[in-house]
């Protein structure tokens, strides 16, 4: 019996950015997966023309089983823009027709038609401009799901990064470390290390939410209050923790090599570092969802839309792990079977 191959989603993201341009280069590539791109099939055409790509692209038409994808070809789900695409320049008027992708993702893979979603990069400017209220994927991923909880961490091939706190303004940040908060970030993370990456007893780094991790209370008493007494009482239960550290130097090559995965504080604590090792070749998990999701590590890059000077290798990545995790999942089942 062949094994079943997933299906896999591909938002396109902001029109004006790049995440068409790298959807399309991205589907130039042979893949042990369906993809189906969601966006609009003109617009899409209208950019492989200008990237002199020789992309065919057709509706998308569910079938009977998941096919592997055949270079130079791609399945749309066609969904239309409001008004005309110019890359480079983002306009308001198009606000809806990104969230109108996402929830054909989200729809498809909550029945069953897609096994992931992989999500290109959107304009949270843009959407707030439109008077949408809009924080990030994460956020509205957990929202339109119902989940009430999630946990987004970035990955590379060598490190993986949680966050406890995701797109909050600094000022907030210590309000928002919570223990019952941090207990169960925590215990997401623990599970998906376990669930979705097959690592059965997770070693997780947590760093500390001030400088030298408040340096024995004298700067800041989080660490003493909230994050130490947590982590003891979870590793009673048996989780392998170290921490909370100091960020600035819980990154040395030995914790490295005893991580995992580490949990940060906040948004800029602990993603630079993951960056800087492997910017344009990590991906972005939310983790706690019923639905796998996985996105690139960068924005929309605005500047190179239809130049065809951007990069897929991100979003390669993020195609990669989305089928590995798919088809690792307990409850697996390929499209057309559901």
Excluded at 18 to 23: A, C, K, L, R, V
Aim: hydrophobic fraction near 40%; include cysteine; glycine fraction near 10%.
């Amino acid at each position: 019996m062949p094994t079943p191959i997933p299906t896999i989603a591909i938002t396109t993201g902001e029109p004006a950015g790049i995440g068409p341009d790298i959807t399309l280069m991205a589907a130039m590539r042979a893949w042990d997966a369906e993809l189906v791109a969601i966006g609009d099939i003109d617009m899409l055409r209208e950019r492989a023309r200008l990237l002199n790509l020789p992309v065919s692209l057709t509706p998308y038409q569910p079938g009977p089983q998941a096919r592997p994808h055949t270079p130079g070809h791609l399945s749309v789900l066609h969904t239309s823009v409001s008004a005309t695409v110019i890359p480079g320049q983002l306009n308001p008027a198009n606000a809806h027709y990104v969230l109108k992708t996402l929830d054909l993702a989200i729809e498809g893979c909550r029945t069953g038609s897609f096994q992931a979603m992989v999500t290109a990069p959107v304009q949270k400017s843009v959407i707030n401009d439109a008077g949408i209220p809009f924080s990030g994927h994460t956020e509205y991923l957990a929202e339109k799901t119902g989940t009430e909880h999630v946990v987004m961490m970035l990955a590379t091939d060598k490190l993986r990064v949680a966050l406890a706190t995701t797109h909050l303004p600094l000022k907030d940040v210590p309000a928002a470390i919570t223990r019952e908060s941090l207990e169960r970030t925590l215990r997401i993370l623990h599970a998906e290390l376990t669930g979705k990456f097959g690592i059965t007893r997770p070693k997780i780094t947590v760093l500390g939410l001030n400088p030298h991790a408040g340096e024995g209370g004298h700067l800041g008493r989080e660490e003493i209050e909230i994050i130490t007494p947590l982590l003891e009482k979870l590793k009673n239960e048996g989780m392998q923790l170290a921490g909370p550290l100091p960020a600035d130097t819980a990154f040395n090559p030995e914790q490295l090599a005893n991580s995992d995965a580490y949990l940060a504080m906040y948004h800029d604590q602990g993603l630079p570092v993951l960056k800087f090792s492997r910017f344009g070749e990590a991906v972005n998990i939310t983790l706690g969802l019923p639905i796998v999701r996985v996105s690139v590590d960068h924005g929309t890059a605005l500047g190179l839309a239809g130049e065809g000077s951007a990069k897929a290798g991100s979003l390669i990545t993020t195609i990669d792990l989305a089928g590995s995790i798919a088809t690792c999942a307990p409850n697996f089942v390929p499209a057309g079977n559901a």
